[in-house]
């Protein structure tokens, strides 16, 4: 087999498959409403007995290819036997709201019954039934180019320069390659005829005033999802072509198949995980009563609260707990001792306004939402706002999420700017507090406490017989009794 006919079998194939396609496509309700209005359109564009299309002169320039919208309001009486002008500007207006014909010199796509009123067919190409679905680049590309064209007539509109500014803004890391493309659009269409750009410029323009129409008007080209759905249930039809059922059942088969496989294998290594639970038991296990022994009995059964108030002043801490600090920033920051060591390190680092401010937030959290607005208040002037008094060091994105949150304050108002300073300060400020000098001779210092031994010294002989004689007198006051 040569190569033209592997060729022509490919192009047969793709024409079928393009056929199939055309044909799920045809049998949508918005085609066939498409159709009807279209064989309406080629009797209007008819040389003989269509709409009169005419080139109009004005002072300056002319204007090809135009009708008056009278005229298409008696044509459209005429070839439908109509007797209501109304009912013929509404059937010219639903043409228009679907991109037939538009007029030359508005964004509104409709019609109205005047003789000075002008309107031009719009060409086959950007008929709605080539489903078109521009996205947004091409659009970019389309107003960059309007800017490019120093024309009256090619000005940007307001909502239209504001489109072209959002865009710009979305399309930042590419915006180098859309004015490339619309520069050398710009290039070709100044190579054409000045009547031919001047009906390509406005075809263009009500393509997109039909795909991007101007706020506050109607886009004939979306359809909602529940009338999608509705339509679908009513016609039986898809965006895809209709499957058999023996087809349907294959895909079914399919997909059970590999919720099986899901199901059964191991997204985790066992071995991974084990080490996970291995390294955190041994890390927690000097702490768990039942499997470890205690260096100290706990005053729950002493009935001795000696440890506590020792703690309390951090006079005697333990070095174990001590140590427990430098596991998590959340093991540091739940033991009040450890919170006021780690704030002592932010004093001296000039950097404690992250600590205050997730402790505010957490604080407020606890509060009675009575209070909770009047404290996001306080929060806010306090940490965020243009006079704070501490200001915190919080990116634009959360800055935007939590100002807009202001608006109606509640107990998570602050919630994004606190996850993300508490992981500023648990990844920086809390890293270099484990590494310091500051923890580690606190630490150093509780272990020499720890480690000293307390013995009773011995007594000297005579010392031993002075203590002797005070019992022996002791005994002998006790057993006497003296008359009164």
């Given amino acids: 087999m040569d190569g033209t006919h592997i060729k022509n079998v490919e192009s047969l194939k793709s024409e079928e498959l393009t056929d199939t396609k055309s044909l799920s496509i045809q049998n949508t ?3 066939r409403v498409y159709e009807r ?22 002072f300056i320039s002319k204007i090809p290819s135009v009708f008056t919208g009278q005229d298409l309001i008696q044509w459209l009486m005429t070839t439908l036997e109509l007797e209501d002008p109304t009912e013929a500007n509404h059937i010219a207006n639903m043409m228009a709201s679907h991109g037939y014909f538009f007029p030359i010199d508005d964004h509104v796509l409709s019609v109205k019954p005047e003789s000075s009123s002008l309107y031009r067919f719009q060409t086959r190409y950007f008929w709605p039934s080539n489903c078109w679905a521009p996205d947004n680049t091409d659009y970019a590309v389309y107003l960059c180019k309007r800017t490019m064209q120093h024309k009256a007539r090619l ?7 504001e ?11 590419k915006w180098e390659f859309i004015f490339m493309q619309a520069e050398a659009q710009s290039k ?7 009547l031919e750009r001047k009906i390509l410029d406005s075809q263009e323009r009500a393509f997109w005033d039909l795909h991007r129409p101007q706020p506050g008007q109607q886009n004939t080209t979306e359809l909602d999802i529940k009338v999608i759905i509705r339509l679908n249930h009513m016609f039986g039809l898809c965006e895809e ?20 496989y899901r199901r059964d294998r191991r997204t985790v290594k066992l071995s991974k995980c084990g080490e996970t639970y291995l390294e955190f038991y041994q890390q927690y296990q000097p702490y768990d009563a039942l499997a470890w022994q205690q260096e100290s009995l706990s005053p729950w059964v002493t009935d001795n609260t000696d440890i506590w108030e020792g703690e309390k002043c951090a006079r005697d801490l333990p070095a174990r707990r001590i140590k427990r600090w430098a596991f998590s920033g959340w093991e540091l920051l739940k033991d009040p001792i450890g919170r006021d060591h780690f704030l002592t390190f932010l004093e001296r680092e000039y950097a404690t306004e992250n600590l205050l401010f997730v402790e505010s937030v957490w604080s407020m959290k606890k509060m009675a939402e009575k209070d909770v607005g009047e404290e996001c208040d306080r929060i806010w002037n306090r940490f965020m706002g243009s006079q704070a008094e501490i200001p915190i060091n919080l990116d634009s994105k959360s800055f935007k999420i939590t100002e807009e949150n202001m608006k109606s304050p509640d107990r998570w108002t602050f919630d994004i700017a606190c996850a993300h300073l508490y992981y500023l300060m648990i990844s920086d400020s809390y890293s270099r507090y484990v590494r310091s000098s500051h923890y580690k001779d606190f630490l150093d210092s509780a272990k020499k406490k720890c480690g000293k031994s307390f013995t009773i010294p011995k007594l000297s002989a005579a010392k031993l017989n002075i203590v002797n004689a005070k019992e022996q007198i002791k005994v002998g006051l006790s057993s006497n009794s003296f008359p009164l």
């Fill in 29 to 31: 309700p918005n085609m």
């Fill in 37 to 58: 209005m279209e064989e309406l359109v080629q009797k209007m564009q008819s040389p003989e007995t269509g709409v009169p299309v005419k080139t109009v002169k004005s």
């Fill in 155 to 161: 000005e940007l509109a307001d909502y239209e320069a």
């Fill in 163 to 173: 489109n072209l500014a959002r865009l710009q803004k979305m399309f930042s890391r």
């Fill in 188 to 194: 070709i269409d100044k190579k054409r005829e000045k």
């Fill in 241 to 260: 072509e209709a499957e058999d059922k023996e087809a349907k059942l294959r895909n079914l088969r399919r997909l059970r198949d590999r919720e099986v």
